[in-house]
């Protein structure tokens, strides 16, 4: 299996962009999906394969992907942002979830 | 409205075991495989395995064998962890997820329902 790597932290002003990061070498031929966990609450899915928003998922979290680097955006960071997002993948070959290891979202 | 119902919080000593249930409702349990993850105290997410809800038959992260076992009611609508010989190590909120995969035309597999999560305290 191989590992997801995510800045632990992260902090943005209200109303600035904020960029999270996962880097894999997996990740130029996997998708990846992102969930957004806020202390005592379940974690939600906020962008899966790669750059798709579920329904509910506000504008301003957006996804993209270049090569072994997927970003996570939050445009317009709100207080209500701030929570932890893991970046999550899936290894075809053994059929294992794969977690980054978490980036904590500040909002100053 | 989808969504996974687990069971309450749970205080064990060590080497008890525990049994935690996660509920489906607003859809058929069978149709969609159920993940487990755990998050101990001051970590990230970790993922335990997954069972598929039609065979029954489990996958278990490295690390997450022997005293862990994933099992189905499909009567109930419902999945089940349980953990044997718990340790203060097992000290953790424990998730189910839904999942959402396919291979065609490429391979994907995310959780898009999560369940509120369930804490085990083992401590004696």
């Known amino acids: 299996s191989y590992e997801l790597t995510q800045p632990p932290s992260v902090s943005v002003s209200p109303g600035q962009t904020a960029r999270i990061t996962c880097s894999a070498d997996?990740?130029?031929?996997?998708?990846a999906y992102w969930y957004q966990h806020k202390p005592g609450q379940a974690p939600v899915l906020v962008i899966y394969k790669d750059n798709e928003r579920p329904s509910g998922i506000p504008e301003r979290f957006s996804g993209s992907s270049s090569g072994t680097i997927v970003t996570l955006t939050i445009s317009g960071v709100q207080a209500e942002d701030e929570a932890d997002y893991y970046c999550q993948s899936a290894d075809i070959t053994t059929t294992y979830v794969i977690f980054g290891g978490g980036t904590k979202v500040t909002v100053l | 409205q989808v969504q996974l119902v687990q069971s309450g919080s749970e205080l064990k000593e060590p080497g008890a075991s525990v049994k935690v249930s996660c509920k489906a409702s607003?859809?058929?349990?069978?149709?969609?495989?159920i993940n487990w993850v755990r998050q101990a105290p001051g970590q990230g997410l970790e993922w335990m395995g997954w069972i598929n809800t039609n065979t029954g038959n489990a996958t278990y992260a490295q690390g997450f064998t022997g005293r862990f076992l994933f099992s189905l009611d499909t009567s109930l609508n419902t999945s089940y962890l349980q953990i044997s010989s718990l340790k203060a190590a097992d000290t953790a909120v424990y998730y189910c997820a839904k999942a959402r995969s396919s291979r065609i035309p490429y391979y994907y597999y995310y959780m898009d329902v999560w369940g509120k999560g369930t804490t085990v305290t083992v401590s004696s």
């Open positions: 997996a990740l130029a031929k996997q998708y």
């Open positions: 607003g859809y058929t349990l069978t149709n969609f495989a």
